[in-house]
């Protein structure tokens, strides 16, 4: 996912009022009136709010026969998750390595633990 779409899907899902809709679509399909129902805000609103989830590729719309319900497109929830997954998995690396550098400094009070690591 180029880093401009991935801009767009985190910018779009900056906005409560959208996480919000992102979570409810998560249990199944909905109309935008059935979406719009808990806001005190107008249909037109919430369906400003749908196209920028849609625009962000977050969101379709088909239709059924009269309705035309709107729906999660989870593939993108998972590219999400890969790119996040991938820092927090580095982020967990250096942690794992500070663990033991405070290991061995609590083992050896004496030895210098930093200076040891960029010998070895």
Known sequence: MPDDRLSQVFSALADPTRRDIVARLATGDATVNELAEPY??????????????EDAGLVSRSREA??????LEAEVLDLMTKWIERYRREAEDRFRRLDAVLAR???EPG?????EESAS
């Open 111 to 115: 030895a210098d633990p930093l200076t």
């Open 40 to 53: 005190e805000v107008s249909l037109q609103a919430v369906s400003k709010h749908i196209r920028v989830l």
């Open 66 to 71: 009269q309705r035309r319900p709107c729906h």
């Open 105 to 107: 400094m609590d083992e």
